[in-house]
């Protein structure tokens, strides 16, 4: 025997719903009337097939447990409507509800039926089958009639067997995890093939064998500049110029010996004999 508080088999198959006072079927997602709790959980045709004694104890915990209280025996009335949705119950999302009295269903005919009894409605202006010609006609005077929504259903059939309207606005599911996986695996060789091209000799990134310009860089600082600029940039100053370009000059002529210079170390650098300029 159980002791307070504590699972009992009750709870292997059902969950209690304070809220409405149903018990809804753990395996079926569905709500079962203590009435027929019995033959749910024995019916040969159903998912549990289990012996009579142990159904019997079910409704027994059920119906004499305080933990059970909430579970009625005669089924209150349901929402048509709810905020958020029902635990255990499976989310529709293809509702189909009716504008004229707002009432759910999850097919088109079913819709078309509702309408023709209820409302004594049809897009298609007559109670027969449609012509071809009208068919067009008829989607259009529906989109009228209907609007799409999500939905719940407690009891699968019968009393209180209706749709229920969630109003809520359902989240976007969760990426597979295949999905995930891909999207990860298509980073990584975006990310392998940045560094590979980074690792790879561009046009212009060498050529030629003095190691001097190799270790300054040049050709991957200078990459994507225009010509015309360069050409500005390595034009002579005036020997006997003035003010900002006679500045230039003695900075040109200081750039001058030290690159004279560090060709020099890089040419005795070869031959195993370094050489330290004054």
């Given amino acids: 025997m159980s002791g307070p508080g504590e699972p009992t088999i ?30 749910h959980l ?11 004694c142990v159904a019997e104890q079910v409704v027994e915990i059920i119906r004499q447990t305080d933990k059970w209280n909430c579970v009625e025996e005669e089924i209150r009335s349901l929402p048509t409507a709810v905020d958020r949705p029902i635990l255990a119950l499976p989310i529709y999302q293809d509702g189909l509800q009716c504008q004229f009295c707002r009432q759910i269903y999850r097919s088109r005919d079913s819709l078309r039926v509702h309408w023709s009894k209820k409302h004594r409605f049809s897009a298609y202006g007559h109670g027969s089958k449609p012509r071809p010609s009208e068919i067009a006609a008829g989607k259009a005077e529906t989109r009228g009639g209907v609007k799409a929504v999500v939905c719940q259903r407690v009891f699968p059939r019968g009393l209180r067997s209706h749709y229920i309207h969630i109003l809520y606005e359902p989240e976007a599911p969760p990426p597979l995890a295949t999905q995930a996986a891909e999207a990860v695996d298509q980073l990584r060789e975006v990310f392998s093939r ?27 600082y200078l990459r994507g500049r225009k010509p015309k600029g360069l050409r500005i940039c390595i034009e002579s100053p005036m020997e006997d110029a003035e003010g900002d370009e006679g500045t230039a000059r003695v900075i040109w002529d200081a750039v001058l010996r030290v690159a004279g210079k560090s060709q020099n170390i890089t040419q005795l650098e070869r031959t195993g004999h370094p050489f330290i300029p004054d």
Avoid: M
Avoid at 42 to 52: A, F, K, M
């Fill in 42 to 52: 024995t019916n040969i045709q159903g998912q549990h097939r289990i012996s009579r």
């Fill in 10 to 39: 009750a709870d292997q198959y059902f969950i209690g719903n304070q809220q409405w006072g149903v018990a809804i079927c753990r395996q079926c997602e569905c709500g079962v009337k203590p009435g027929e709790i019995v033959h």
């Fill in 194 to 220: 940045k560094i590979q091209l980074e690792r790879e000799i561009q046009h212009g990134t060498i050529d030629e064998t003095n190691p001097w310009l190799d270790r300054t860089g040049w050709a991957v």
